[in-house]
C-alpha cells in the first residue's frame, strides 16, 4: 500500500501511515479535532508526504511571481526580503519535482508548470479565504437560512437593498423571500414558517402576541397606462372616474379597506367594474395594456413609472395607506441571521425616509424610531371586552 499524509490540526505538522491499522492507533492515542470525510480522504490517496511542506507564503509568492515577472517586486509585496523570496521557490520547485521560473535579464519568467503553478495556488488561496469566512460566520453566529415575508410595496425598496447588504455582509446565509398581503403573510409568521414579516400590522387577530416595530409610511394613488389619454386630464375627482375600469386588491386584503373609505367619503360605494388582483406585477401590467385605472401605493407607482409602465392620474384620493413596519413574534427571539437582516430592513427604511424627507409617524406615544420593538406594540389575541 502506498504511503498516505493526512494534515491534521498540529501547526504545520503532517504525518504519514503505513497502513489503516496504523492510523487508527494513532487516532486513539491523539483525538482529533476533526476528521476527514470520504471524499477529501480518497484525494489524499495520491499525495505523497513533499507536499506537507507546502507553505501560503509559497503559494502566495508563486502567484505574485507569475503577475510581476520580477522576484524584487513579489518579495517586497509580500513583506519579505528577496534571499527569503528566492529560498521559497526552490523549496516549492523542489517539492513539486519542476522548474517554475527562468531567470532572464529583465525578470522571471514563468515556466509552463509555473504558469500551472500559479493558476491552483490561486484556487487554493481563494478556498482558504472562503473558509475563513465561513469559520468567521460560524463563530458570529451568522450562518443559516432566513425566512421573511414582505408585501409588494416593501419589495423594490427597502427590502431589495437590505437583501443586497446581506448577501455581501453574510454570503453564508440563505434567504428565502415570500411576497404577499399582511393578510396572507402574518399567518405564516404565526405558524412559525416566517422569521418575521415587512407589512401592516392593520386588523391583525392570531394566537401568538407580535411585535411591530414601523418603519415607512406611503401613500395610495390613482394610475394608468402610460399610453391612456386621461393622463392629460387635470383636478379630476372620484365621481369623474368612477364608472371606468378598475383593478383593486382582492376582497379581504387590508389595502381594500383604506380605498372602500375613500369612495365611501366622495359619497360612492366600491366600483362594481373592477377585478381584483393580489400580485402587484399583475396590476401593473393589466393598466398598461388596458384602460383600467388601479389603486396603488406611491412607491409601487413610482417603481413601475421608472419602466413606463404607467402614469399618475390627477385625482384627488383621500385614501391613506396603512404603514407598514417589521413584525416579528414577541416570544421568540431571532437567529443571528434573522436579526442581521431585520437590522439591514430597518436601517434601509431610515434611508428610505430620509430620502422623502420625513421621519417615519410613530404609531404610539413613545419608543425608538430604529429595529427595536416598540413599547406598547405588543399585539395579542384580543380579549371578550375588546370585541
Known sequence: MSERQDFLEDGE?????????????FAAARPLKTSLDATLAECLDGVTPRYGRFKMRQLALVLKLVGTGNLHDAASALNMSQPAATKL???IEEALGAVLFIREPRGMKPTPSGIMAARHAGFILAELSKMQQDIDGLQNGIIGYVRVGAIISAVPAPVTQALARM???????EVSLSVG???VLLPELNAGRLDFVVGSIAGAVGAEPLTYSPLVEDVAVVVAGSTNPILRERNLTLKDVFSRRWILPPTGAPELRSIEAAFNAAGLPLPSNSTGMASMIATATAVGATDALAIVPQSMYH?????????????????PVEPYGLINLSNRQLTPAARALYD?????GQDLERLRGAAPTERHASGPKSSEP???SV???RSPAEG
Not at 505538522?13 to 492507533?25: G, I, Q, S
Not at 417603481?303 to 385614501?319: S, T
Open 13 to 25: 505538522h503532517a504525518y504519514t501511515f503505513r497502513d489503516e491499522p496504523a492510523k487508527r492507533e
Open 89 to 91: 521557490i526552490q523549496e
Open 167 to 173: 448577501a455581501e455582509a453574510y454570503p453564508t446565509v
Open 181 to 183: 398581503t399582511s393578510d
Open 303 to 319: 417603481y413601475f413609472a421608472k419602466f413606463q409602465v404607467m402614469g399618475q392620474v390627477d385625482v384627488k384620493l383621500q385614501a
Open 344 to 348: 439591514f430592513v430597518s436601517a434601509a
Open 374 to 376: 416598540v413599547p406598547g
Open 379 to 381: 399585539l395579542g389575541p
